[in-house]
Every structure is written in C-alpha cells, then in structure tokens.
C-alpha cells in the first residue's frame, strides 16, 4: 500500500522527477511484493509438509489418541493415514521380498508388512528404483487379496492397508510406501509345543487339519500350499493361523491321463500315490500332498506322545496312515475331529476305571486351599488336569502316589473337560459353592 501512494505522491510531482526515476519505484515495489509472496508460499508448504503422512511414523499424540477406540474386531480396515500413526515400530523378520514390523496402534500390538527395500529382491532388481518397488509391492498386495479371500479362523487377519497412488520414492520424507496390516502372531516353536501337555497338542493337531479342510474346499477352490512348513504359520493367542500365502498355487494340476498323477513326496519316506485323471485334472492332488506335509511338518510331533494310554494307538495310526499317503485333508480331519471327541467325552475309560469313583466321598460346594504337589512340569506350582468327568478324576487320583483328594473346579478346557486340581492333603477345607471336592474313602 505504501508503494501505490508513494507512486500517487510520484503523480504530482512528475514535472520535478526524471521518468526513469519512476520506473526505478516501481521496479522497488514489485520486487517487495515478490519477497512477501515467496514467504508466504514458504510458510504455507511446511505447514502442508508437517501434516502429511511422511512425517507422521514418529508417532504423535493426537494420532494415538484416534487409536483408541479402534478395536480389531470391529470390521474397519485401517488406512495409510492411520498406518502412519503406528507407533513402537521393531523389525520381527525379514525375507528376500518383505519386512515385518511389530508395532502398536491405540491399545492394540499389530503387525504390518512392507517391502524389504534393501532386501535380495530389491539389491537384485536392475531397474529404476520406483519400478523395482512397484514389482516386490506386487506381492505383498496379491497376499493381501488371497489372505482376504481365504477368509477363516485359521488364517491370519487383514486389518488394514494402504496403497498409495504415488510411486515410491525412497529417503526421508518417503511417499508411495506399500504396507499391509495384520493381526500380531509369534512363530510356531516345535520345542514349546512339545512341552505342551497334550490336550494343548491336540488343539493345534486340530488347527492344523481344519487349514488342511479350508484349502481342499476354499472359496477359490481346492489349493496346494507348495511350501507347507511350519514358518508359514504363526500362532495367535492359543490359535494356529497360515500367515504366508506366497506359495500358495490355485486348483489340482491338470492332466491328460492318470500317468500324469502320479504324486511323490518325502515324508520320512519316499512315497509315490497314484491318482485318476478326471475332468483334465489330478484328482485330489492337492488334498493329499497338503495331508502328507502336514503330517511330516507338524502331525507326527503333536499326537503320538501324552495322550491317554487307551488312545496311544489311535493315535499313532493316524500318523502312520498320514505319511504312508493313504490320508486325504478330509479323512484327517474327520479323524482328527473323532480323536477329539474320544477325549472329550472319556469314552476311552474301561469300566473297572470307571468304578473307582466309587471309593471317593463326593462334597458339594466345598474345596481344600492346601496339599498342592507338582505331578507334570507345565504346573510347577499345582497338579491340575482335565478330565471328563469325575470318574476320570477319581482314576487319575488312583494312579498317583501323593494324591488323596481332587477338586472339580468352575473351569474347563477348550475340549470342553472338566479341570482337577488333585491335592496330597485335605486339611484346609473350606467352602465354595463353585467347586466340588473328592476324598478317597479310609483317608486319615
């Protein structure tokens, strides 16, 4: 403003003023003018710079604070906006393609999935940056559609992604990053489960055949996992879930007569099954080789061992059919499933096991608070198992030096058994309605 009235001023004296002398103002003016709008501009950019995604990884309170209310379960995928808020970001693995992060969102521990940027696929990749991105990008995104589509208990979670319409740029502040979100699982230790009890054994034999079910019967048809090892998988809370879908390949391999079907693999021994050509396909040729893998990966370290002595063979002959090749997914689960109810229901127990029940005297509503010994290493502080029904429990009891007394307490097994906490002493008893209490007769 000051610019155009010293030009007004300018007007009035333009008899005393050279006109080069007025064009030197003007020049002055616009050259200020210029400065104000480039500082302006300036001010404006990192203001738009602060609140784009790039720089929201450090985690900021508001971000958190949305975080909050997000529940897992609640169906609602999470975005590039909300990804960027994830906070406590740890590298838990990485491969040749991808990079997983461990990381917190609200009050919830997710995992999110991204391309390993200076991983074997990108070191290798001879192209532009961008387009070497977009190629490793590719697969996170096609196993985020199959996870999708495989949709099941037993099969990792999608909760959310973020694809962005920009192409990947790498360094500080980087745009067009492609991550997935996942549910936050730990990876399957042979030596943990081993020292399992078995009816914990026995719930991941049973997630492991309700996977091999879904992939012979999935919405995309009958799948064979090509690499079907147990760093495939990952376990969530007391679930066994398939997390890597990489290898996974679509429909039985086709054929033009059954020499085309002849299936071979090694599973302790070399095994070679001879399957019809039906239809220009192998017939159930991917239902058994997942049978047979599953049963040399994971099905012969979980059943054989610590099950009741009456179930041992059952058992063992489950295992030996699967890695002969004379199982398919849908006989192994149905085995399985029938090996659980067996349990379950203690039909196993012979009837002279049964009458035993007969020498303890039963207490409704009452407990005892000591007499705890240790009987198996998973319990140091207790001897506690399930059992399916009292009888059972006065069995167990009988086949134990140091027990005299067992408690059916309010709680039971994901088999749907009772728990007993069995005692080597019944002095302490006290009341509670919520428990049931067992002394063995001619005690004290």
Request: proline letters at 4%; one cysteine or more; charged letters at 20%.
């Amino acid at each position: 403003m000051d610019c155009w009235m010293l030009l007004v001023s300018l007007g009035s004296r333009m008899t005393k003023l050279s006109r080069l002398s007025i064009y030197a103002v003007i020049y002055l003016c616009l050259c200020l003018l210029a400065n104000v709008v480039l500082v302006m501009v300036f001010v404006m950019s990192q203001r738009w710079g602060d609140s784009t995604p790039a720089a929201a990884p450090r985690g900021d309170a508001q971000g958190s604070s949305r975080g909050q209310d997000w529940d897992p379960n609640s169906g609602r995928l999470l975005t590039c906006k909300e990804i960027y808020t994830i906070r406590n970001l740890t590298v838990i693995g990485s491969g040749w393609t991808k990079t997983v992060y461990r990381g917190l969102y609200g009050n919830s521990w997710l995992a999110l999935k991204t391309v390993h940027s200076s991983g074997h696929d990108m070191a290798s990749c001879q192209e532009e940056t961008s387009i070497c991105y977009h190629r490793c990008a590719s697969k996170i995104i096609k196993e985020t559609a199959l996870l999708r589509e495989l949709r099941h208990p037993n099969v990792l979670k999608v909760l959310g992604e973020c694809l962005p319409s920009e192409d990947y740029s790498p360094g500080p502040p980087a745009v067009g990053v492609v991550a997935v979100i996942t549910e936050l699982g730990h990876p399957v230790d042979m030596i943990e489960i081993l020292q399992m009890d078995f009816e914990s054994r026995l719930k991941i034999a049973y997630d492991v055949v309700s996977i091999l079910q879904h992939l012979a019967h999935s919405p995309l048809g009958s799948l064979l996992m090509k690499d079907f090892r147990r760093q495939q998988f990952v376990i969530v809370g007391d679930t066994l879930k398939l997390s890597d879908v990489d290898d996974i390949v679509l429909g039985d391999p086709k054929c033009i007569s059954d020499k085309d079907c002849i299936l071979e693999a090694k599973s302790g021994k070399h095994v070679k099954s001879y399957l019809p050509c039906d239809a220009g396909t192998c017939k159930g040729y991917n239902s058994l080789s997942n049978a047979i893998q599953a049963g040399q990966h994971f099905m012969r370290l979980l059943i054989p061992y610590g099950s009741p002595k009456a179930l041992e063979n059952t058992s063992s002959d489950i295992v030996n059919r699967l890695l002969s090749g004379n199982l398919y997914s849908e006989e192994v689960y149905a085995e399985i499933h029938r090996l659980v109810r067996n349990y379950s229901s203690g039909s196993y127990l012979k009837k002279a096991e049964k009458d035993i029940i007969k020498e303890y005297v039963t207490y409704p509503g009452e407990t005892i608070s000591d007499g705890d010994f240790s009987c198996q290493k998973i319990a140091s502080w207790g001897c506690i198992q399930s059992v399916s029904s009292p009888a059972e429990g006065a069995w167990l009891c009988s086949q134990i030096p140091n027990c005299v007394a067992f408690i059916l307490i309010d709680q039971w097994s994901w088999t749907g058994r009772q728990i007993a906490v069995f005692k080597a002493s019944y002095k302490s008893i006290k009341q509670n309605k919520e428990h049931t209490l067992y002394i063995r007769r001619g005690q004290g």
